[in-house]
């Protein structure tokens, strides 16, 4: 399920507001392909608050403030997944990257 919420919600609301705000605000191109802080900032405050939430209300992960590390640190992986997969290959990587951070729990 996390995986496919990172996919879903934090790359979709990202690309909203790259496009709306990140003209403006920080554009940057990595392998010809136009980002934006703003939509990076959003992937990762939205990444970051899926896994909290996940990891709080699904029994199936451990003690919720062991894996609070993980939910620092996973979202960070995943944005940079995220600004170096590019011509769509994100839609495929950040659930594979998701799922093999958090198989190792």
């Known amino acids: 399920a996390a995986a496919i919420l990172q996919v879903s919600v934090a790359d979709g609301l990202a690309a909203l507001a790259g496009v709306t705000y990140g003209k403006k605000h920080g554009r940057y191109y990595l392998f010809t392909q136009p980002k934006s802080v703003v939509g990076s900032l959003i992937f990762l405050i939205t990444s970051f608050l899926l896994l909290v939430i996940l990891f709080v209300r699904d029994p199936y992960?451990?003690?919720?403030?062991?894996?609070?590390?993980?939910?620092?640190?996973?979202?960070?992986?995943?944005?940079?997944?995220?600004?170096?997969?590019?011509?769509?290959?994100?839609?495929?990587?950040?659930?594979?990257?998701t799922l093999a951070v958090l198989s190792l729990f």
């Open 61 to 97: 992960y451990a003690d919720p403030m062991i894996m609070m590390p993980v939910a620092l640190m996973l979202p960070i992986l995943l944005v940079c997944v995220e600004n170096l997969a590019v011509y769509g290959t994100d839609n495929l990587l950040l659930p594979l990257a």
